[in-house]
């Protein structure tokens, strides 16, 4: 991304956007393959503005560029699957952001600087893009669109007020315009349809095992009392989840139990087994093994991974609100260093004890780590419409295909509906 890294270091002077128009400059060429190519790229720009409208789909990419590997970018098309599948993208928000992508194959995103301070409930961002051949070394002047299709051009070495995302489009020309074999030469006229694609993807978790936890003054009641049940805030309930039987083919621990809770020295019974605490001002220990349920990460690279805090609450019995006691911290980086660098797809780390927080002393684990390799199948209907399926396995095996108005991802077929979908709710659709 040089031209991008150039562009940023002109934007990184300020916050303030400087508007110089409203009107696109003259990008008349000779080449009309080139301006049909430009049109839609305008398409797209103004399609993903609009997409990213949904405050979700802004904090998906919020979170997607935070946990890439560079730290500063993503493919288009792996956001796009991700975020379909985590929801975060609706389908009806995406439609007109693959007929736009088409064939095209590389598109970066990215962020001018202001959207690691900027929150995702605000207001959306422009959407400018560069075209990867189509220009200089240096981009003075930027166009970027809003979701009305507005264009508003700055000049790129002015500071800016309002993020901008950043669509780095490669191999334009070859990828949706190419060679026309039958004649031997010359250009084929680009068509928008969306036919076999099929994209891979992989996402890396971790499973803690805690083996051993230490803990400071816990309370059950505002008068101080010894006796705590501690729960991880996460589940939202001192009483929810089922602990797995087995975790990377380990088992022995007790089932009977509730998932949420941090477990202490000493077990009650109440409809399932709860732990309970009994440290007041003094130092104590458990030496019980349980998979920590609540305390799992998932990322789509394994250099994404965190070291991270997960609350303890204390739960107060009378009525009384529950009291946060402190976090347990669980470093999933050894998952990268000890496993996945490694090149093995499935195993586990060695026992590791990382400090708390406040009133947890230390908690100590281990963790499974797990590859899980995944694919997408995208068409486009004749009615204009996309569907899509996500099943595990890759597009070389074959566990996910897709053709002309159909995809297949393991056993989920689906294809284009026969009839098509009119406007405005009409069972005809008007002569065009």
Known sequence: MRKVSTLLAFLLVSTSLVALARTAPDRTTPDKAAGRVERRLDTLATAFASALRDPAARELLRREIAASESGDGVRLRDLLDRGTAKGALRPESIKAVLRAV???????????????????????????????????????????????????????????QRPVILLEVHDTRGAVEPPNRATGGGTAAFSEKLVGECTD???????????????????????????????????????????????????????????????????????????EWTADSWLEYSYRTYPALYCRQSVSSPSSFTLSAYTIKEDDDGGNPDDYVGKS????????????????????????????????????????????????????????????????????????????????????????????????????????
């Open 102 to 160: 088409g064939n095209t194959p590389e598109i970066d995103v990215s962020v001018l600087p202001g959207l690691e301070a900027w929150d995702a409930a605000a207001e959306a961002p422009l959407v400018a893009y560069v075209w990867e051949g189509a220009g200089g070394e240096e981009w003075d002047v930027v166009r970027a669109f809003d979701a009305a299709g507005t264009v508003t051009t700055f000049d790129a070495r002015q500071p800016l």
């Open 329 to 432: 911290q669980i470093d999933h980086r050894y998952c990268k260093s000890e496993v996945f660098d490694l090149g093995v797809q499935n195993g586990w780390t060695a026992e590791h004890t990382t400090a708390g927080i406040d009133d947890i002393i230390s908690t100590t684990y281990k963790l499974y780590c797990t590859a899980s390799p995944h694919c997408s199948a995208t068409a486009q209907c004749p009615n204009g419409g996309v569907i899509s399926c996500l099943s595990s396995g890759s597009c070389a095996e074959g566990s996910c295909v897709s053709g002309d108005g159909w995809v297949q991802c393991g056993s989920d077929y689906r294809e284009c509906p026969t009839q098509p979908t009119c406007p405005r709710g009409q069972i005809l659709c008007d002569p065009v």
């Open 201 to 275: 993807s992989t996402t890396y978790s971790t499973y803690p095992l805690i083996t051993r936890a230490s803990i400071w003054d816990a309370h059950e009641s505002s008068f101080n009392g010894p006796l705590g049940f501690l729960y991880f805030s996460a589940a939202g309930s001192e009483k929810t989840g089922t602990l797995p039987a087995s975790l990377g083919g380990l088992s022995g621990w007790s089932t009977d139990v509730w998932a949420s809770n941090f477990q202490g020295p000493y077990g009650v019974s109440n409809s399932r087994m709860q732990w």
